[in-house]
């Protein structure tokens, strides 16, 4: 389960972003995760014999993003993953994410805090006495 870069030019949904992952605890799953890990640690060259199938697996020399983009179009993969919105599922908080947080939007999954916006997570999700997090707050997440 992944979902689409949301934004610039990745709008498209093109691209899939690994920022937020949902994985099943299955041998595909693992092979999924070991395939990226090999094809990182043989380089450009990759390997002829990915757990996944689909023959051979070019290098992932950049970060993991670019190594499951690599995977997206091989029959097994779309067998075994979802590709979910990402106006939905790892949302960035910008503008029109936070409208619709702050209105409490029942389509609005995940938020993503990413980059700039980490050090916003606490006081976003704790606003106002009301804890999003579901365990008070005072507790996980929204302690000082």
């Given at each position: 389960?992944?979902t689409?870069?949301?934004?610039g030019?990745m709008?498209?949904g093109?691209n899939?972003?690994?920022?937020?992952?949902?994985?099943?605890?299955?041998?595909?799953?693992l092979?999924?995760f070991r395939?990226m890990?090999?094809?990182?640690w043989?380089?450009?060259?990759?390997?002829s014999?990915?757990?996944t199938?689909g023959?051979?697996?070019?290098?992932?020399?950049?970060e993991?993003?670019t190594?499951?983009n690599?995977?997206?179009?091989?029959?097994?993969?779309?067998?075994?993953v979802?590709?979910?919105?990402?106006t939905?599922?790892?949302?960035?908080l910008k503008?029109?994410?936070?409208?619709?947080f702050s209105?409490?939007d029942?389509?609005?999954?995940?938020?993503?805090?990413?980059?700039?916006?980490?050090s916003s997570?606490?006081r976003t999700?704790?606003?106002?006495?009301?804890?999003m997090?579901?365990?008070?707050p005072?507790?996980y997440?929204?302690?000082?």
């Amino acid at each position: 389960f992944s979902t689409p870069r949301t934004g610039g030019a990745m709008a498209s949904g093109a691209n899939i972003n690994s920022g937020v992952l949902f994985a099943r605890n299955s041998p595909w799953a693992l092979g999924l995760f070991r395939d990226m890990l090999d094809s990182r640690w043989y380089g450009p060259a990759g390997f002829s014999t990915p757990r996944t199938g689909g023959g051979h697996l070019p290098g992932c020399v950049a970060e993991e993003q670019t190594c499951i983009n690599s995977l997206r179009n091989r029959k097994t993969f779309n067998e075994h993953v979802v590709v979910m919105p990402g106006t939905q599922y790892n949302c960035g908080l910008k503008g029109d994410v936070m409208k619709r947080f702050s209105a409490e939007d029942p389509t609005l999954k995940v938020l993503h805090f990413m980059g700039p916006s980490k050090s916003s997570a606490a006081r976003t999700l704790c606003a106002k006495g009301k804890s999003m997090t579901g365990d008070g707050p005072t507790d996980y997440g929204c302690s000082p």
